[in-house]
C-alpha cells in the first residue's frame, strides 16, 4: 500500500486519486524507502524507461504500463562536440511528445489509469500539458489542460490534438496553476500536476538511470534548467537511489540553471538559504522554466546543496545566442533549453570533469 508523506508537517497519507496536497498545504512525497535496484532484470524489458519499472512504486506484477507506453526514454547521450569531450547532452527532446516530460507523463498518466480515473486536469508552460494530455489520450481519460494565453501556439496546437481541453488564461504562471487547483476541487477531478504529483518524479528520476547506464557510472557533474524542478528533483533521486544501492559512490554536482529575469532560486541558492521569495517575472523568452514562486523551491535547494551544487543565471541576450551556436552543431532547441547551454558556457568546467547536460525541449516547439 503506498502512502504519501507531507515534505513540511511529516504527516502521511494514503495514496488517493483526489488528494494532491497536505491538509497542512504542504507538498506530497511518496514514503518509501530506496528501491532494490536490479541491473540484471533490465534487460528482459522493451527499450524504455520501463526497464526501470522495478524501481518505480508500482505493484509488481502491474503490467498498466505496456498499454500507456509509447517508447519514451533511453534518449541519446552524445559529446557534445570532438572539442569538447567531456561533454554530454542527453537529447531528451526525442520523446513521443519532444520534451523530456514524457518521463513524468508517462508514470503519472500509468498510476491515473491504476487508480481508475475517469478524468485529469492539469497545468503547465506547455510540454508539461502537451505531455499529460497525449498520455491522458493514450489512457482514453479525459483531459482539461490550463495554459497561459502567452503559450506558445504551436504547444496548444499539439495540447488540442490531443482531444484535451485547452483553457486560456490571462494571469502570471500561479494564477493558472491556481485557476486549475479550483476546477481540481469543483469537478472533483484528479490533478496531474507535475509539481505536485510525487508519481511525476518516478518518472523524471530515468534520467539518472539512463545516464548512469550509458556511462557505467556517474558524471562528475550534471548542469539542469529549473522552473519547478522536475527534472532536478527526479535526477537527484535517481542518482541518490543509484547510490544507495552502492552502484555509484557520488550524487553529481548539480548545477542549476534559470534565467536571470525569473530566477528566484539563483540568490537563495548562493547564499545557501532552505527557502526562496517568490521574485516577479522580468519577463523571459524561456518560456519553459519561467517560474516566480516554484512550489517546491525548499526540496530543490536542498538537492543542490546536497550535492555541493551551484547555481547559473542567464541574461537574455545570451539566449538566442546559444540557440544558433546548439543549432550550428546539429542540435535544434526550443529556445527554453537553449538556456541549458548558455549556462553550460558560463560554468567554470575543470579539465576532464564530465558534464552532462539536456537538451530538454524540441526545435519546432517555440518559433
Ligand atoms: C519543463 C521544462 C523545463 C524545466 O523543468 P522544470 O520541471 O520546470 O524545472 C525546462 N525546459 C523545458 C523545455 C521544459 O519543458
Ligand atoms: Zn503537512
Known sequence: MEEYICYSCKKTHAVASLLWKCTCGGMLDLHKSSPTIDTIAWDKYPHSLWRYVQTMPFAEDSRTWESVTMGEGRTPLIALDTSEPDTYVKVDYMMPTLSFKDRGASVLMTKAKELGVT???????????TAIAAYAARCSIACDVYVSDKTSPKKTAQIRAHGAAVKQIHGTREEIASAAQKAVETENVFYASHVYNPYFFEGTKTYAYEIYEEFGGAPDTLIVPVGNGTLLLGAYYGFKELRENGLIEKIPK??????????????????????????????????????????????????????????????EEDIPRAREALSRKGFYVEITSAVNYAGYLQYKKSPEEKVVFPLCGAGIKSG
Do not use: M, W, Y
Open 119 to 129: 478524468k485529469v486536469i492539469a497545468d503547465s508552460s506547455g510540454n508539461a500539458g
Open 254 to 315: 548539480i548545477a542549476a540553471v534559470q534565467a536571470a529575469n525569473c530566477a528566484p532560486l539563483v540568490s537563495a541558492g548562493r547564499r545557501r538559504e532552505k527557502t526562496a521569495a517568490p521574485v516577479a517575472n522580468q519577463g523571459t523568452a524561456a518560456e519553459g522554466i519561467a517560474i516566480a514562486a516554484p512550489a517546491r523551491a525548499e526540496q530543490i535547494l536542498e538537492a543542490v546543496a546536497d550535492t555541493n551544487g551551484t547555481f547559473i543565471a542567464v541574461e
